[in-house]
């Protein structure tokens, strides 16, 4: 890798080292927390890092001398907003499912009474938060990339497409 590379945003070689043992040490302390017999907070707080550590995996690739930093950040962007928008859908396939498949509660017992005066689900702030982060992290993949292929357009920079069938 040439100093060049660096000096444009491109993953040193010790940055990138770091970078995939960071990953793979984030996977090894969850499966830590998990399976220590202390206390139950530790194992939930492993299984929620065990889901971070199973996403950054998908940094690993990227872990690389000489790739742009700009290209680890976007995608750990997309990995991001793709959790965000999976986690929205598995939401509403569990209210559709209680919706369709369980008996709806009965108002005459104090469970039943609690169940029907219980928030909806598309009230709960959490579910606006990630639905939040999701928007939040595709308007930026989009402004990043127009900012992008702005600043070639200006600068005249034009690539020849590589597609099967384009012209040349």
Not at 72 to 91: D, E, N, T
Not at 119 to 129: K, L, Q
Not at 134 to 160: D, I, K, M, N
Request: net charge positive; aromatic share 8%; proline share 5%.
């Amino acid at each position: 890798m040439s100093r060049h590379d660096q000096d444009n945003g491109g993953l040193s070689s010790a940055a990138a080292r770091r970078l995939e043992y960071a990953i793979i040490g984030l996977g090894v302390a969850a499966l830590m927390l998990i399976f220590q017999p202390l206390d139950i907070a530790l194992f939930t707080a492993g299984g929620v890092i065990v889901v971070v550590a199973a996403l950054a995996n998908n940094l690993l690739p990227l872990a690389r001398p000489g790739v742009p930093k700009r290209s680890v950040v976007k995608a750990a962007m997309i990995v991001a907003m793709i959790f965000c928008l999976v986690l929205l859908v598995s939401i509403l396939a569990a209210y559709l499912y209680g919706v369709f498949f369980l008996k709806p509660p009965d108002p005459s017992t104090v469970a039943g009474r609690a169940q029907l005066s219980a928030e909806p689900w598309y009230m709960h702030g959490f579910t606006w938060v990630v639905a939040i982060i999701a928007g939040v992290l595709a308007g930026a993949l989009v402004l990043q990339r127009r900012r992008r292929t702005g600043t070639r357009e200006e600068s005249g920079e034009h690539h020849r497409s590589t597609s099967i069938g384009s012209e040349t």
